[in-house]
């Protein structure tokens, strides 16, 4: 069985049960995905729930970018969610990781990350979501 870790905004929390339950159709295990945090107790667990995230990046087949519209932008893709890319493309290019990184759109140009996003489709680093 393979296996799928989902980035993107917790606070899209109806679209990542989604996607979930898309990727478990699939025969997908869904190893991590993001979380909401209450607010009071966002600093104790934080940093546990950050650091287990990278680590299901280094276990799984699949890091895919959740990047639904949000804040009026199409694709958004904040920086937490650049940065577990950015993680996951590194496993691949340096630890020569068989990793499988793809992003659910092209985001939209006034989407911070979008240069880098739209070079590494390019050079076929990173792929868009077929469905």
Known sequence: MKKVVIAGSAKLQQEIQNWRELFKNKDYEVLDYPKKID???FMELYPNVHKEFFENITKTDMLFIM???KNGKSGY???ESFAELTFGLA???VYNKN???VVLKMPSK???CYE???L???LGWISLYEK
């Open 110 to 112: 006034d989407v911070q």
């Open 39 to 41: 607010e009071t107790e």
């Open 120 to 122: 590494w489709l390019k």
């Open 91 to 93: 496993q691949k290019l």
């Open 77 to 79: 893709i904040g920086a």
């Open 67 to 69: 990047n639904e519209d």
């Open 99 to 101: 990793i499988e990184l």
């Open 116 to 118: 880098e996003i739209d």
